[in-house]
């Protein structure tokens, strides 16, 4: 899936605002799970909230990002996803919870680039809102779950740099065509 491109990092860290520059600009993109699942469970009275069952929680996640991976790979030309299949490895690292076998068995099966994108702690623009509830320390955490995670998954992981949105995305797109 080397159309498949893998954006992660803590929240509050500008991934959602490169992904969607990387979309106005006609690529394709993918939304990220977390905040769908945290609207949608909202929207129920559902009890699949991080600060309610991270369990449930962390299976919704993997169940949105499988069937966004589905979806993607039916699109031409690439694809960048905010987060992706090892967040969810790196979610359950960073709450300290074991790893299922049936998780890393998504990690094994639903594939993006061999190269993937973290965006790092930026305090600068770290801000909360109704379905970011982390702390900046909680953010830099995050970061480093998904530093551990993704390489356990088989993936090589590039920092982005601090900077405009515009030379982010031009510094991704520079990556990933270079490795093709």
Not at 3 to 31: C, E, F, Q, R
């Amino acid at each position: 899936m080397n159309h498949l491109v893998a954006v992660t990092g803590g929240p509050g860290s500008g991934k959602t605002t490169l992904v969607d520059h990387l979309a106005g600009l006609g690529y394709g993109s993918t939304a990220e799970a977390g905040r769908a699942v945290i609207r949608d469970q909202r929207r129920i009275g559902g009890h699949g909230l991080a600060w309610r069952d991270d369990v449930l929680f962390a299976e919704l996640m993997l169940a949105w990002d499988m069937r966004s991976h589905r979806e993607a790979a039916g699109h031409d030309g690439l694809v960048v996803c905010d987060r992706g299949v090892p967040d969810t490895v790196g979610y359950l690292m960073l709450r300290g919870l074991p790893v299922p076998e049936h998780v890393w068995e998504a990690a094994r099966r639903f594939r993006y680039h061999r190269t993937a994108f973290a965006a790092p702690p930026w305090p600068e623009i770290f801000t909360g809102d109704t379905e970011r509830h982390q702390s900046q320390e909680e953010a830099e955490r995050t970061f480093e779950a998904m530093c551990e995670a993704y390489p356990a998954c088989g993936y090589e992981l590039v920092v982005l740099p601090r900077g405009p949105v515009a030379e982010r995305a031009r510094f991704l797109l520079e990556h990933v065509l270079s490795l093709q």
